[in-house]
């Protein structure tokens, strides 16, 4: 079976604070394709990262960094230095297989209060 | 334009009524999606085109009727939905079906069933 757990529900910090958002996921497949994604409050679903079982080298990108670990099945993602405008609910992804669909876990609600 | 746009935003319909939500994207993109958003559920894929044909149905009620006249547009006719219908619909689109292509997606269409 194919599973995302995101476990954290709704996060709520401070400007400026860290905070990291946990995804864990399951699959039998050697070969897969680790997501997140960001939903503002405008709606739409956006790319931040796609990662392929065979890189485990941690990604940064300016504030956001992603943690992917095999030996737990987690790939965690992590905002430094939070602002207002991440503020936004917070999607992990997994694509494993030859198939078309995504396995979604039911995102994270993320706060940044100033 | 730019991206992937959904019409309208919003929209309040009865259960006899007859809708129908549209989605443009101009990417140039072969693949294009609808997905359903509920609260507490996960992202659910609903319909899956490539190149104008429907490639996957994901066990949708026939009140559900997708249409894709060309590769830039894709559109969702309703009929004889029930309350449990409403959710947020997302289209998406991607450079192609396989679901590890990253996807674009629009801001949504807000459906209530009164």
């Known amino acids: 079976a194919q599973k995302v757990t995101q476990a954290q529900t709704e996060i709520s910090v401070v400007e400026k604070e860290d905070v990291t958002l946990d995804c864990v996921y399951e699959t039998r497949d050697t070969t897969y394709y680790l997501f997140w994604y960001k939903q503002p409050p405008s709606g739409e679903l956006v790319f931040l990262i796609r990662?392929?079982?065979?890189d485990e080298q941690n990604e940064i990108s300016g504030r956001y960094s992603w943690n992917f670990q095999k030996s737990t099945s987690s790939f965690n993602f992590t905002i430094t230095a939070s602002q207002v405008v991440d503020s936004a609910v917070y999607f992990c992804?997994?694509?494993?297989?030859?198939?078309?669909?995504?396995?979604w876990g039911l995102g994270t609600s993320l706060a940044v209060n100033p | 334009e730019t991206g992937v746009t959904q019409t309208p935003r919003h929209l309040v319909m009865g259960m006899t009524n007859k809708k129908s939500l549209k989605c443009e994207q101009h990417?140039?993109?072969?693949?294009m999606y609808w997905y359903k958003q509920s609260a507490k559920k996960p992202l659910e894929l609903m319909f899956v085109y490539s190149l104008e044909e429907r490639v996957e149905n994901n066990s949708v009620p026939s009140r559900f009727s997708p249409e894709c006249p060309n590769s830039s547009h894709l559109f969702l006719h309703l009929h004889t939905l029930q309350p449990e219908d409403s959710a947020l619909y997302l289209c998406a689109s991607s450079q192609g079906v396989w679901g590890a292509f990253e996807a674009f997606f629009g801001q949504g269409t807000r459906l209530t069933v009164v």
């Open positions: 992804a997994l694509h494993a297989g030859n198939n078309r669909k995504l396995i």
């Open positions: 990662r392929n079982s065979f």
């Open positions: 990417l140039g993109h072969n693949a």
